[in-house]
């Protein structure tokens, strides 16, 4: 079963995430996964949106997307990351 990442992000520093943006693709891609939606405008039909990107990842399945977030690659991409952001990442299986 496919698994989708949804990511929410709010940016604080823009050249520490553009640092993060470049890092990130070879990690993902070494777990099968790809970019859906990568940081595309968000209009609102119904309800808020507060944060500045949405970024939605498939994996293969579940098991990939996990092995992915927890990867040493990822781990140091993510490091980088939270210095000049702050995110939500949720998995959910299709």
Sequence with gaps: MAAIVLVE???HNPEIYD???KLTPATVEAYGGK???RGNPVEVLEGEWKHDRLVMLE???KKSAIDWY???EYQE???I???GSTAKFIL???
């Design 35 to 37: 970019f859906v939606i």
């Design 77 to 79: 991409a993510k490091a």
């Design 19 to 21: 640092a993060y943006k």
């Design 81 to 83: 990351r939270s210095k």
């Design 92 to 94: 959910i299986e299709i």
């Design 9 to 11: 992000a709010d940016i």
């Design 70 to 72: 927890n990867s040493k």
């Design 59 to 61: 994996f293969p399945d």
